[in-house]
């Protein structure tokens, strides 16, 4: 099993550090050709608007949309959240490109600027009984979770950060700065 990590802009060399530290093949994928060699793909946090447009000017949203929970599965985190919910609601939510392939409404930036940026200690019980740093920079939040979307985690004010649909999973918070990868060996176990 080799995951794919799309590699446009963002924070994916962590994740890429992270799998090869648990012995799990990667594939920094930038073509669509990329796409035929991976069975996983981590979206990771960054800038989603960038992003979004790399994923269209690179051909990258229908092929991803086409195999999503299907013989893709996808994990976003922060940015990939955003770009993987079907509703994206608050400013600027109509210029977001975005492979909408999750039943979940989603907030940009949702606590606020850079400087409003925090950790805190997240209960994610898939994951096992200790809790993981939740590093939460410019985040977004998940608003609403649809009928067949199981939420796997919350903060204390009972802001959902992580939700599972089927082989997709989103993160509001990057478990890839944790220096904790029980996220990722779940995801490899989906």
């Known amino acids: 099993m080799t995951v794919g990590i799309l590699a446009l802009q963002g924070d994916f060399?962590?994740?890429?550090?992270?799998?090869?530290?648990?012995?799990?093949?990667?594939?920094?994928?930038?073509?669509?050709?990329?796409?035929?060699?991976?069975?996983?793909?981590?979206?990771?946090?960054?800038?989603?608007?960038?992003?979004?447009?790399?994923?269209?000017?690179?051909?990258?949203?229908?092929?991803?949309?086409?195999?999503?929970?299907?013989?893709?599965?996808?994990?976003?985190?922060?940015?990939?959240?955003?770009?993987?919910?079907?509703?994206?609601?608050?400013?600027?939510a109509s210029d977001q490109p975005a492979l909408a392939v999750m039943d979940i409404t989603v907030r940009r930036n949702a606590f606020g600027r850079q400087l409003d940026s925090f950790e805190t200690m997240v209960q994610m019980p898939v994951i096992g009984a200790q809790p993981i740093a939740g590093v939460f920079i410019r985040a977004p939040i998940i608003e609403a979770a649809g009928d067949g979307v199981e939420v796997l985690a919350r903060i204390d004010d009972d802001t959902i950060v992580a939700a599972r649909q089927g082989r997709l999973l989103v993160t509001t918070f990057h478990p890839e700065l944790s220096g904790d990868d029980r996220v990722h060996r779940y995801f490899l176990e989906l």
């Open 13 to 92: 060399r962590e994740h890429e550090e992270i799998l090869r530290s648990i012995g799990a093949p990667t594939l920094l994928v930038r073509q669509p050709k990329q796409l035929e060699h991976v069975d996983r793909l981590i979206i990771p946090g960054g800038e989603s608007t960038t992003i979004g447009k790399l994923m269209a000017l690179y051909h990258l949203l229908a092929p991803i949309r086409q195999r999503a929970g299907q013989t893709l599965t996808l994990w976003g985190t922060c940015a990939g959240a955003i770009l993987m919910s079907r509703q994206l609601v608050g400013k600027h």
